[in-house]
């Protein structure tokens, strides 16, 4: 089964901050059980989580979608359709 993959890496990081990975056959209930501090930092790059979710029915969506990096607040933030 796809999944959605969050991943928060802080500056200069290999390993993560924060991963959350959701089965894409709850994607719609996403806005409802994701942590804040996820939603929140998408909200605040301007990444659409609704769109996500719309291009997660594709079949052609694979791979990494978008990738923030975010220099002064020293993040980036990497979602994926694995």
Do not use: N, W, Y
């Not at 929140?40 to 594709?58: F, M, P, T, W």
Request: include cysteine; hydrophobic fraction near 40%.
């Amino acid at each position: 089964m796809a999944k959605l993959k969050i991943t928060i890496f802080k500056a200069r990081e290999t390993r993560p901050e924060t991963t959350v990975t959701i089965p894409t056959g709850v994607l719609k209930a996403v806005p409802k059980i994701i942590p804040k501090q996820v939603l929140d930092a998408l909200k605040e790059d301007g990444v659409d989580i609704q769109e996500i979710i719309r291009l997660s029915s594709s079949p052609e969506a694979c791979g990494t979608i978008v990738e923030v990096e975010e220099h002064k607040k020293k993040r980036r933030i990497v979602i994926a359709l694995e």
